[in-house]
């Protein structure tokens, strides 16, 4: 019976691999598995897939100055605390860029200087194929706070009953934690090299600090040392997964063809690895 399972993939650092481990994961889970292209400043889930997406914008709410009401009291100024105000003289200066739209200043303002008003940050894209359903988000061109946009995109998760995979972003980031979020399990994506290792105990670090269960999967795993494993074994981390570093799987990646198609027989092992997460999680059977 499949489960109900919400499964983020992260890595450390960019380039291990982390977007053909999720895109492998979602094709092993089979019908009905619900894929999230949380990667929003550059999503490319969509390059390996034929689904046909329809677009709903987001936007954020951010404040605006009303000069005509403002004395320059600089109560707004006092609660920020993200810098994205300044006062010079008696006029406010709104720095939308370093804004977190949480509402703050216009709450606390005693002449009602400031109003909020919605800002486009993204578009969150939905489409489906025969097996499973993607949701991405892409940030717009110049915005900078991508939180925002990963939420409304994992807020989507709510109406699936079945196996959620999401494609995180890369780093330790607010991003990162934003995507890993309320997750059941993360599958942290590194490389055996020394910048992989580096940079998997970051994630791991972050990861504990969240309190969330993880597993590691190493790609190109014949292409450097066994530190990776060490480390793991030293931490108390199952390895779930080891792939090898084959010249038809990049040669694949490069035309936009997923893993399990370019290498079909690691679908028992991808089959194998959701299974080994669903017994560590301890997920609940979808009714």
Sequence with gaps: MRRK???????????????????????????????????????????????KATEEPVTVLKPR??????NGCGRCLEVCQFNAIALLGKKILLFQ????????????????ALREEASRIGEIGIGSTNTLSLIEGRLSIGQSMSPPLIRAVKEHSMESSGIVITDCPPGTAC???????????VVLVTEPTPFGLHDLGLA???????KLPLGVVINRSDNGDESVQAYCYTKGIPVLLEI???????EAYSRGVSLLKAVPELRTEF?????????????????
Excluded at 204 to 210: F, H, I, K, Q
Excluded at 244 to 250: D, G, M, V
Excluded at 271 to 287: R, Y
């Design 271 to 287: 089959e194998q690895v959701l299974k080994t997460i669903e017994k560590i999680s301890g997920s609940e059977p979808v009714k």
């Design 175 to 185: 991003p990162m934690a934003a995507a890993v979020r309320d997750s059941d399990f």
């Design 244 to 250: 090898p570093n084959r010249r038809e799987i990049a």
């Design 65 to 70: 100055v009303e000069e005509e009401l403002c």
């Design 204 to 210: 791991v670090d972050t990861l504990r600090l969240l």
């Design 5 to 51: 399972i919400k499964i983020a993939v992260a890595s450390g650092k960019g380039g291990t691999g982390k977007t053909t481990v999720a895109l492998a994961l979602a094709d092993a889970a089979g019908a009905g598995t619900l894929l999230l292209d949380c990667d929003v400043e550059q999503p490319n889930c969509h390059l390996f897939l034929t689904a």
């Design 97 to 112: 860029d370093l804004c977190h739209g949480c509402g703050g200043c216009v709450r606390v303002c005693p002449r009602g």
